[in-house]
């Protein structure tokens, strides 16, 4: 059983407000993703991280950010939300190096920008 | 252009058959799969995985099959279940780099009672 959280579960939102998506694991990963998803798309990879002072910007284009100070927190903010921000964000982890390549995925955050 | 293609957007099959999703992709580099099950407003949830040096990998009710040289893989339940009611994703990954992971846009499977 995977333990990655992410807060808040559903969020809406005004335009221009800035907000912080938080993600957590438990598990030790090194490795860390966001993904964007909208109802019958795939999921898009908007960052990832290898580890602790390592992000790099996914293959979808995004004006969120992220940091990883630590190993087992992964935030993506947005400075000034817009309506088309509106999607769900789903954070994911995986270990690297070990026999292992399974990602596992958080609950996601529903966010609704108006 | 979308390397990994689920081209069933649905599907309804009788609890107690077989269900059968497929996914192609286009990478011949793509050496590792998974298959996840989401249910609305949740993260997806992994199922099934394979590597490409094998051509079945069985868990359960669930298997998973490679075609390599057709660059198809599907995944099998069976017997389906009203509870297997979910968008079901496969996605692709190349293991010795990135680690980065591929999706397609996913399969909604309704198993009817």
């Known amino acids: 059983e995977a333990d990655i959280y992410q807060t808040p579960r559903y969020l809406v939102i005004g335009t221009g407000k800035k907000i912080t998506l938080e993600c957590s694991q438990t598990?030790?990963?090194?490795?860390m993703y966001w993904y964007q998803q909208d109802p019958g798309m795939e999921l898009h990879l908007i960052h990832y991280?290898?580890?602790?002072?390592?992000?790099e910007k996914g293959d979808l284009s995004s004006e969120s950010t992220v940091s990883r100070i630590r190993t087992e927190h992964f935030p993506l903010t947005l400075e000034s939300a817009r309506p088309s921000h509106t999607s769900q964000y789903l954070c994911?982890?995986?270990?690297?190096?070990?026999?292992?390549?399974?990602?596992?995925f958080g609950p996601g955050t529903r966010l609704l920008v108006l | 252009d979308q390397q990994v293609k689920q081209n069933s957007p649905s599907l309804s099959v009788q609890e107690g058959r077989i269900s059968i999703l497929n996914c192609d992709y286009t990478?011949?580099?793509?050496?590792?799969f998974l298959w996840y099950k989401k249910y609305p407003a949740e993260g997806p949830t992994f199922l099934i995985s394979?590597?490409?040096?094998?051509d079945k990998n069985e868990d359960g009710r669930f298997t998973v099959f490679l075609n390599k040289s057709a660059k198809h893989l599907s995944l099998h339940i069976v017997p389906s279940q009203p509870g297997d009611s979910a968008v079901y994703f496969c996605?692709?990954?190349?293991?010795?780099?990135?680690?980065?992971?591929?999706f397609g846009t996913g399969t909604r499977l309704k198993v009817l009672a």
């Open positions: 994911a982890s995986s270990e690297v190096g070990s026999g292992t390549k399974t990602q596992y």
């Open positions: 598990m030790g990963h090194d490795k």
């Open positions: 991280s290898y580890g602790v002072n390592s992000t």
């Open positions: 990478n011949s580099m793509f050496d590792y």
């Open positions: 394979i590597s490409s040096i094998k």
């Open positions: 996605a692709a990954s190349i293991t010795a780099g990135t680690y980065k992971y591929i």
